[in-house]
């Protein structure tokens, strides 16, 4: 909204607004993992219980590359965003 007022902008208002714009994209997951905004809180009849913060591994990958392939869920961090 072009009307807001400098003294009501803040991060979370800004990053709202993109989220909105972006949704749908890749970018909007990537701004927000990295900014931790908005807020996304999961359904609480949703599959999973929380916000997923990385892809499954291929089946392929843990049949053929099982010793490199972690033991981790689809909710724990990635090793750069601990």
Request: proline share 9%; glycine share 4%; no cysteine.
């Amino acid at each position: 909204n072009a009307q807001v007022a400098s003294q009501t902008l803040s991060l979370e208002l800004i990053m709202k607004h993109k989220y909105i714009s972006t949704f749908g994209t890749n970018q909007a997951y990537a701004d927000y993992r990295r900014v931790g905004l908005p807020v996304i809180t999961p359904h609480p009849d949703g599959a999973l219980p929380a916000v997923p913060t990385r892809y499954p591994y291929a089946q392929d990958e843990i049949s053929y590359n099982t010793e490199n392939v972690p033991s981790v869920a689809i909710s724990d961090k990635l090793w750069w965003d601990k």
